[in-house]
């Protein structure tokens, strides 16, 4: 019984879409870092926690204070969610 040899190579393109439409990731952020991921955002005081949902190629969806937020959003659109430290 021989083994077989499976492709497991992934290019950028497939990697970038891997989870597209299925996966988003939750992560918390200071208020100074939000224009660079959320640039239509007001601008806000110095120093704010905030919570942020991204789809899986990182495509901004919610910015928040409330984590709750960023799960309910999550479960409206159909994504697993997975949270980033």
């Known amino acids: 019984m021989g ?4 492709d497991t190579h992934l290019s950028k393109n ?3 879409h891997l989870g597209a439409g299925e996966v ?3 992560r918390k952020m200071r208020s100074d870092e939000v224009s ?3 640039p239509e955002a007001p601008d806000m005081d110095p120093g ?3 919570w942020a949902l991204f789809g899986a190629d990182g495509t901004p969806i919610l910015l928040t204070d409330n984590r709750s937020s960023t799960f309910f959003k999550a479960a409206e659109d159909d994504l697993r969610t997975v ?3």
């Open 3 to 6: 083994l077989k040899h499976v």
């Open 14 to 16: 497939d990697l970038a």
């Open 24 to 26: 988003g990731y939750i």
């Open 36 to 38: 660079r991921c959320f």
């Open 48 to 50: 704010l926690d905030l």
């Open 83 to 85: 949270s980033l430290h």
